[in-house]
């Protein structure tokens, strides 16, 4: 077994051991944690073992290996600890919060992107801590109107039920879904109506991820209306094939478009380290032209021969990534222009 796979095991193991445990723990011995779902739980531990074997794999890259460290390194680093600080809190909050890198391609994509996203993040911050027993309600002694929320088996904030704030806690799943939903409907809309992505789309990364989501929101919305209006009619069922629909989904995570969105946080390494590699540039050996990070050319030179490829020079002056773009070009006519007038002569 390679060591690679052996340290993508050990991790998997690792995380899904403590999560087991973040589960008994917080549900106090499993007391408050509801048998009927135990099919989520097991299928949330899988994907946890999943994504984290497949992460562990992508960080052992020589590249990504090498921008994770160099990121890490650079965040912490005193002299820009602070400004990392300022740069992360406005990247997290335009990029993750506002999804402005979407919205910069259209306003439908933006739209749909961001109604996806925070449904998606409402719904999870809602069930799995539901699901594992680390959150639950309780009634207050003596006073029936009101309900009461336990988090890891500590008491916390009492709340009226026939208020605005309780119909919000009781019904935040119904919003998350009609946010997924919209953005759902209106990135089929773009599927359907714009060529390029109609083209370039395919069932398995484009189209599977957002009948998934469409089929989690759309029962779980039947099973409100069920227990709410049809006094529980077709309840039985519809409990089963959403379940069906969430545990597929958990179990597709870490093999399909979903993984980017574990992959997506490890690019605030890559801004922190663009943002302090323009403090030194690397100057083209020959034309002198700035044209990379001083940095980011050292870092690639290790890269390739910790890969196995040599690009030094043949006079062993120099090496070919510290040649500009530009220069590179007219090395390469230079070079095929020599070739034909020594073939030429020859001839």
């Not at 445990?21 to 097991?42: C, E, K, M, P």
């Not at 890490?72 to 809190?89: A, C, D, E, G, R």
């Not at 939903?181 to 109506?193: K, N, W, Y």
């Not at 100057?283 to 940095?295: G, L, Q």
């Amino acid at each position: 077994m390679q060591k690679e796979v052996k340290k993508s095991l050990l991790n998997s193991i690792i995380v899904t051991l403590l999560l087991g445990l973040s589960i008994w723990l917080g549900s106090r011995n499993l007391r408050h944690f509801d048998a009927a779902l135990v099919g989520y739980t097991f299928a949330t531990l899988f994907a946890a073992f999943a994504i984290t074997y497949r992460y562990t794999m992508w960080l052992q890259r020589p590249p990504t290996e090498l921008y994770w460290q160099r990121g890490w390194q650079l965040m912490f680093t005193s002299k820009y600890f602070p400004s990392n600080v300022k740069f992360l809190i406005g990247r997290i909050i335009t990029i993750i919060g506002g999804n402005s890198f979407i919205w910069k391609r259209s306003k439908e994509r933006g739209l749909a992107h961001w109604l996806i996203m925070w449904g998606c993040i409402l719904a999870a911050a809602i069930t799995f801590p539901l699901v594992f027993g680390w959150l639950y309600f309780i009634v207050p002694d003596g006073d029936l109107t009101s309900y009461k929320i336990v988090a890891f088996g500590f008491p916390t904030l009492a709340f009226k039920i026939e208020t605005t704030l309780g119909h919000l806690i009781f019904h935040g799943l119904v919003v998350a879904s009609f946010l997924v939903i919209l953005g759902v409907m209106l990135a089929f809309r773009r599927r359907m109506r714009d060529r390029d992505a109609a083209v370039l789309q395919s069932f398995s990364e484009d189209i599977m991820p957002l009948f998934l989501l469409f089929s989690i929101s759309i029962t779980g919305l039947f099973l409100t209306v069920s227990y709410t209006w049809l006094k529980g009619y077709g309840y039985s069922f519809l409990s089963i094939f959403h379940a069906i629909t969430v545990i597929f989904t958990l179990i597709s995570l870490p093999f399909g478009k979903f993984f980017h969105i574990f992959m997506r946080p490890a690019q605030f390494g890559v801004a922190i380290y663009k943002k302090i590699g323009k403090e030194k540039m690397a100057k083209c050996d020959r034309c002198e032209t700035e044209y990379a990070s001083e940095m980011h050319v050292n870092d690639l030179i290790k890269v390739q021969k910790k890969l196995g490829y040599a690009y030094e020079l043949n006079d062993g002056t120099g090496h070919y990534q510290r040649i500009c773009p530009r220069c590179r070009r007219l090395l390469l006519g230079l070079s095929q222009g020599k070739l034909w007038h020594m073939k030429s002569v020859k001839d």
